[in-house]
């Protein structure tokens, strides 16, 4: 990728969303880690401790809290909570983030929360029932497994925060 046309990898990734500005990032982050280390390769994260391999990717062009979740869970076996749009939503409705957590935040708020060794299934498990069952259109609450611990039940403001008075 990192010798690929811009255009090139855009139009591979374009099915994620925002393909342009990814691929710009991409390719920085590649020339970035070669700079560093001389090469491509993230093995020295492995001897660090989560958080100051946190911030190491942090520091990479473009990368954010989730991101660097991403790669400390799924390439690492780090366990970093990544919060997409799905984790944030449904752990918003089930009460354990405030209404008004924004998904940065929820990182650090629930990995302190969820012990590490569930780090992986937690997330998987969220992102699998935010797309299945509490979805961001009308969730299908009726069929919920965890509808009796969930707090969206207590009204709008739990979910949207935005649509309280």
Same mark, same amino acid.
């Given at each position: 990728?990192?010798?690929?046309?811009?255009? &090139? !990898? %855009?139009?591979?990734?374009?099915?994620?969303?925002? %393909?342009?500005? *990814?691929?710009?990032?991409? *390719?920085?982050? !590649?020339?970035?880690?070669?700079?560093?280390?001389?090469?491509?390769?993230?093995?020295?994260?492995?001897?660090? $401790?989560? $958080?100051? &391999?946190? &911030?190491?990717?942090?520091?990479?062009?473009?990368?954010?809290? *989730?991101? &660097? %979740?991403?790669?400390?869970?799924? $390439?690492?076996?780090?366990?970093a909570i990544p919060v997409d749009t799905h984790v944030h939503r449904v752990t918003r409705r089930l009460g354990l983030i405030g209404p008004k957590v924004s998904a940065e935040r929820a990182h650090e708020a629930l990995e302190a929360i969820v012990a590490p060794a569930d780090a992986y299934a937690f997330h998987v498990g969220l992102v699998r029932h935010g797309r299945r069952v509490c979805r961001a259109g009308p969730p299908l609450c009726s069929v919920c497994p965890l509808r009796d611990l969930c707090a969206y039940n207590m009204g709008p403001a739990i979910c949207h925060p935005e649509r309280s008075g």
């Open positions: 990728m990192r010798g690929a046309d811009e255009a &090139a !990898l %855009a139009a591979t990734i374009r099915v994620g969303g925002l %393909a342009n500005v *990814k691929a710009r990032r991409i *390719k920085q982050c !590649l020339d970035a880690i070669v700079a560093r280390q001389g090469r491509l390769d993230l093995s020295a994260l492995e001897a660090l $401790e989560l $958080e100051p &391999a946190r &911030a190491e990717l942090r520091a990479l062009p473009g990368v954010g809290p *989730k991101t &660097a %979740a991403c790669v400390l869970l799924f $390439e690492l076996g780090r366990p």
